[in-house]
């Protein structure tokens, strides 16, 4: 049973990974759309739930995106300024992702000095 379910998990997901790169292929604003949507937490919610029933749990994953939507808007600011200077693409994904966990660090770092989560 437990097999089965993290398959299905894993399956579901995959599906999604893939309709998102095939679309944007042939649609990249369209392809943006779908993978701007909050697909993984909508599943994440989905899965915490069946497993726990835990709202509070779900809340707190919740908020935890929200606050964590500031840093990874490095990436998708750094990425495709990189790109359009002529930096080679994996230079250029190395660097704002390098630059997006330093947001991740930082953004931790002031929530938990705010007293924000602990």
């Known amino acids: 049973m437990l097999l089965a379910r993290y398959l299905t998990k894993t399956l579901i997901s995959a599906i ?32 915490l739930y069946r497993e726990t029933h835990d709202t509070d749990a779900i809340c707190n994953l919740a908020n935890g995106i929200l606050w964590m939507i500031l840093p990874s808007l490095v990436l998708f600011l750094l990425l495709p300024a990189l790109l359009k200077k ?33």
């Open 16 to 47: 999604v990974l893939v309709a998102v790169s095939e679309v944007a292929k042939r649609k990249p604003l369209f392809g943006g759309l779908i993978a701007s949507l909050p697909l993984t937490s909508l599943l994440a919610f989905i899965w």
């Open 86 to 118: 002529q930096i080679p693409f994996y230079v250029a994904l190395g660097l704002s992702s390098a630059a997006t966990i330093l947001a991740y660090t930082l953004m931790t770092f002031l929530l938990k000095k705010l007293g924000i989560f602990q």
